[in-house]
T-cell receptor
Framework: NAGVMQNPRHLVRRRGQEARLRCSPM?????VYWYRQLPEEGLKFMVY????????ESGMPKERFSAEFPKEGPSILRIQQVVRGDSAAYFC?????????????FGPGTRLTVL | DQQVKQNSPSLSVQEGRISILNCDYT??????FLWYKKYPAEGPTFLIS?????DKNEDGRFTVFLNKSAKHLSLHIVPSQPGDSAVYFC??????????????FGKGTLLTVNP
C-alpha cells in the first residue's frame, strides 16, 4: 500500500539548467496536485492535474514552469532555466476521484537547490 | 494576502497535557478544513478534517473545533506525547469558483512536547 512517491528527494541544479520532478500518486488516485513551500512559509498551490489534463494551473508561474500527468507514468513538474528563487521544497499530493473526500495525501517532497 | 493564519509560530507543552493549536481564516467561501502534521524532511501527513456543517470532529487524541461565526478553528491534542512534536499546518478549501480541491495553507505552528 505505497503512498505518494516523489523523486528525486534532493536535486541540485545550477542557474539556467532544467529541473524535472516526478510524482507517482497513491494507487487508485487519479488526481495530482503540486505545491511549493518556500522557507518559513506554508505550502502554496501550483497546479492540479488529472490524467492527460491540466485542470487548474492558476498557481504556476507564467514562465519556465510546466506540468503534465500522462496516461502512463508519473506526473512531471518541469522547471526550465532555473533561478535561485526556485529553491524550495516541492510537494506532490494525490486524492481519489471526486466525491470521495477532500483529503489530499502528500509525498515526501523534492528539495530543489539552485546554485 | 494570508487567507489562512496561524498566529503562533511555536508552542511548547508538557507531556500529558493538552496542546491547543489555533487557526483563523478570512475567506467565507471555505467550507472544509484540514490539519496536517509535518516532520522535518518529510511531506505533510493528514491528521483530521472537518466540514463546515459540523462544529466538532474527534479522532482518538485529536479533536478539531470549528467556530464559523468567528472564522476560527482549533486542534486539540490530549494527552500530548513527545512524538507529537512537529509542525502543524492548518489548511482550507472551498467551493469558490468550483475550486474545492485547492488547499490554502497557513504558515504552520511548531509544537514541542517536552518529556
Amino acid at each position: 500500500n505505497a503512498g505518494v512517491m516523489q523523486n528525486p528527494r534532493h536535486l541540485v541544479r545550477r542557474r539556467g539548467q532544467e529541473a524535472r520532478l516526478r510524482c507517482s500518486p497513491m494507487k487508485g488516485h487519479s488526481h495530482v496536485y503540486w505545491y511549493r513551500q518556500l522557507p518559513e512559509e506554508g505550502l502554496k498551490f501550483m497546479v492540479y492535474l488529472q490524467k492527460e489534463n491540466i485542470i487548474d494551473e492558476s498557481g504556476m508561474p507564467k514562465e519556465r514552469f510546466s506540468a503534465e500527468f500522462p496516461k502512463e507514468g508519473p506526473s512531471i513538474l518541469r522547471i526550465q532555466q532555473v533561478v535561485r528563487g526556485d529553491s524550495a521544497a516541492y510537494f506532490c499530493a494525490s486524492s481519489p476521484p471526486a466525491g470521495q473526500g477532500n483529503e489530499q495525501f502528500f509525498g515526501p517532497g523534492t528539495r530543489l537547490t539552485v546554485l | 494576502d494570508q487567507q489562512v493564519k496561524q498566529n503562533s509560530p511555536s508552542l511548547s507543552v508538557q507531556e500529558g497535557r493538552i496542546s491547543i493549536l489555533n487557526c483563523d481564516y478570512t475567506n467565507s467561501m471555505f467550507d472544509y478544513f484540514l490539519w496536517y502534521k509535518k516532520y522535518p524532511a518529510e511531506g505533510p501527513t493528514f491528521l483530521i478534517s472537518i466540514s463546515s456543517i459540523k462544529d466538532k470532529n474527534e479522532d482518538g487524541r485529536f479533536t478539531v473545533f470549528l467556530n464559523k461565526s468567528a472564522k476560527h478553528l482549533s486542534l486539540h491534542i490530549v494527552p500530548s506525547q513527545p512524538g507529537d512534536s512537529a509542525v502543524y499546518f492548518c489548511a482550507a478549501s472551498g467551493n469558490s469558483g468550483g475550486s474545492n480541491y485547492k488547499l490554502t495553507f497557513g504558515k504552520g505552528t511548531l509544537l514541542t512536547v517536552n518529556p
